[in-house]
């Protein structure tokens, strides 16, 4: 492990399941507080951390648009729901002694900022997180959009998105043993070969702003300090790596 992070600035990506832990539902407090520490333990390295966090836990709009929901009103019922993991996200770090503000991209005063882009800077910069929450506001974009956004916006020298897999594989590890790691793959290969690391959108926009991605486990505790601090774990999308397919 490198004796100075890798990185200056990241924003790290938690969907609403991750939050869930075991439960597949709701919040687990256990997993909050271990995500909550990790977090604490990348800042005390000097890294200036912003949080974007998904609302899965709760309420997905793309699985009430299939129950024949209004896809715009799902979405935004979605946004809402990660305001709700934000705010546990929030306490959590402030349990450990992290300053921490909550920026939503729809206005709810009384519990958040409203998200402003060189206000967020500016925490980051006097060592406080930030939770960016209700994705970027508007329906069919999904967090990991936002994710990508919120980094091209502040600035991000990476995008860490945490999953409960070890990185990105030819296919699908839980029902394809055989499948097989990358250590490093394009965002033009992502995008041809299909491979569910995000939406589209979201990959197009890393790659347009050349922000490196690294998928990784979030269920091994440690995990984001060694990414922070450089270690090879995980799968890097693009950034310097773009033209490499290594396994």
Sequence with gaps: MADQPAYRRIVLKLSGEALAGGRGFGIDPQTVRSLAQQVADVMALGVEVGVVVGGGNFWRGTDAQAADMDRANADYMGMLATVINALALQDALEH?????????????????????????????????????????????????????????????????????????????????????????????????????????????????????????????????????SGAPIGTTVGGALEEGNGR
């Design 96 to 228: 450990r002694g992290v300053p921490c503000r909550v920026q939503t991209a729809i206005e709810m005063r009384s519990v958040a900022e409203p998200y402003i882009r060189r206000r967020a800077i500016r925490h980051m910069e006097k060592g406080r997180a930030v939770v960016f929450a209700a994705g970027n506001g508007n329906p069919y974009f999904s967090t990991d959009t936002t994710a990508a956004l919120r980094a091209a916006e502040i600035e991000a020298d990476v995008m860490l998105k945490a999953t409960r897999e070890d990185g990105v594989f030819d296919a699908d590890p839980r029902t394809h043993p055989e499948a097989r790691k990358f250590t490093s793959i394009g965002y033009l290969e992502v995008l041809q070969r299909g491979l569910k690391v995000m939406d589209t959108t979201a990959i197009s926009l890393c790659m347009d702003n050349q922000i490196p991605i690294i998928v990784f486990n979030i269920e091994n505790f440690g995990n984001i300090v060694k990414v922070v």
